[in-house]
Structures are given as C-alpha cells and as structure tokens.
Nanobody, 117 residues
Framework: QEQLVESGGGEVQAGGSLRLSCEASRRIFSLSTIGWYRQAPGKQRELVASITAAGSTNYGTSAEGRFTISRDNRRNMVYLRTDSLKPEDTAIYYC???????????WGQGTQVTVSS
C-alpha cells in the first residue's frame, strides 16, 4: 500500500522555524509531484509548495518567500523548511503526491504546526 508519512510539526514561537519531512514509498516518489498543503480551522486546504520529480518548484501565496521545498531522491524524502513563522501559519500540514499524467493522488495523515505569538 502506497503511503506518505509526515513528521516535524510542533509548536514554536512567532519568528521561529521548523522543517517538515515527508517520506514516500519508492514507487510513488519517483513518479510524482510532491506537495505540501495546509488547512487551518474553518478554512479550506491550500497549496503551500510543490516540487516535481525533476526538481521544479511552485509556491503558493502563503509561502511568501519564507518557505522552501526540497527533495532528496536517494531517501524518497521531501522537506518543507518554514522560516519566520507567524501565528497565521498555524494549521495541519499535509503531504500530497500526484502521479504524473494520472488522476491518482495520495495524502499523508498530516502534521500539526502551531505558532504562538
């Protein structure tokens, strides 16, 4: 069974940093664009950043130049570095894998990020 496993969430003070990690099974990692999404209470899920198998990146407006996505192809890992965190960044962050040229996608269970003021 294909799966995504997130880690690295937690509680930090405003201005702090976290590095979120997403580990994917080998098959879906090599065939997918991997993205980070987030959902705050009462809000819709939104794209934070994504990265293709070739390493091309795309950032949502919420990233605002403060977040950086990267991938380690040897370890089947995708990372989201979050800097200068604000209370409004508080949300559950989800890893997503979209298999290219198919409608198939997978979601992780999410990791909570809480930023206190």
């Amino acid at each position: 069974q294909e799966q995504l496993v997130e880690s690295g969430g937690g509680e930090v003070q405003a201005g702090g940093s976290l590095r979120l990690s997403c580990e994917a099974s080998r098959r879906i990692f090599s065939l997918s664009t991997i993205g980070w999404y987030r959902q705050a209470p009462g809000k819709q899920r939104e794209l934070v950043a994504s990265i293709t198998a070739a390493g091309s990146t795309n950032y949502g407006t919420s990233a605002e130049g403060r977040f950086t996505i990267s991938r380690d192809n040897r370890r089947n890992m995708v990372y989201l570095r979050t800097d200068s965190l604000k209370p409004e960044d508080t949300a559950i962050y989800y890893c997503n894998a979209k298999l290219v040229r198919t409608p198939i996608e997978y979601w992780g269970q999410g990791t909570q990020v809480t930023v206190s003021s």
